[in-house]
């Protein structure tokens, strides 16, 4: 039977980053992709011009349905937008005991947007992180979440510590907004893993965090273990930037087409 993979996020109507780029990261690597919005954004590769949240009880009315027919493998969860999303997000969570988790705590866009308020981080920390096998935090998302101010790797092994102390299983603190390649630093309570790939030289990367991610799920779902599921995520990343579209004027999308190494 196919692998069924739950996206739990906000529209990009531009198509780059949020719910569509998590249902063609799956599709990608074969996995049945489905979505519960949490709010709808008008934007493109230049600005987010426009969001409005979805009703708590329809987010939950969405998860239901899916849950109850075609069932759930796993869950990412990317941009949230309110505390009362999050709560419905993480009782659903917790009351149906799904088994993999990869929470993305999208906070705000890559033009400074903010997608989650403060509420909203707060009830994040307390009830959705606890359920976490896997949290992807970028540099300010990790400084937030740590309250550590991260400029060298001794920052990050600190703050990822702090994290991991939130009670998720492993967190994995991108190093996207570092200089020099593009390193990733993972700590599973035990040990801190690398993860570290060439920094290309391109405006095309909106969407990196959500394909990022949704792979990393994909692959868990599949049955790879942590740290192979991440290994093979980061290449697909990567190369998914290296062939990126020069579509609109501003940041233009990662290219989810390509083909994926067997």
Known sequence: MIKRALTIGGSDSGGGAGIQADIKTFSAFAVYGMSVLTA??????????????IPPQFVSLQFESVLTDIGIDGVKTGMLF?????????????????PLV????????????????????????????????????????????????????????T???????????????????????ATDILFDGVEFSKFTAPRIDTQNTHGTGCTYSAAILANLIKGKNLRDAIRL???????AIKHAFPLGKGHGPLNHFIRIEK
């Not at 709808?40 to 949240?53: C, D, F, P, R, Y």
Request: one cysteine or more.
């Open 40 to 53: 709808v954004t008008a934007q493109n590769s230049l600005n987010v011009n426009g969001i409005t949240g």
């Open 82 to 98: 309110n505390a009362e999303i999050v709560q419905t997000v993480a009782q659903k969570l917790n009351e149906n005991h799904i």
């Open 159 to 181: 703050a990822a510590k702090k994290i991991h102390d939130l009670g998720c299983k492993a967190v994995l603190i991108k190093g996207g907004h570092r200089r020099g390649n």
């Open 233 to 239: 995520s980061k290449w697909f990343v990567t190369e």
């Open 102 to 157: 990869v929470v993305d705590p999208v906070m705000r866009s890559k033009s400074g947007d903010i997608l989650l308020e403060n509420r909203g981080v707060d009830l994040l920390m307390e009830k959705l992180i606890p359920l976490a096998t896997l949290l992807t935090p970028n540099i300010p998302e990790a400084e937030m979440l740590s309250g550590v101010p991260i400029r060298t790797d001794e920052d990050i092994t």
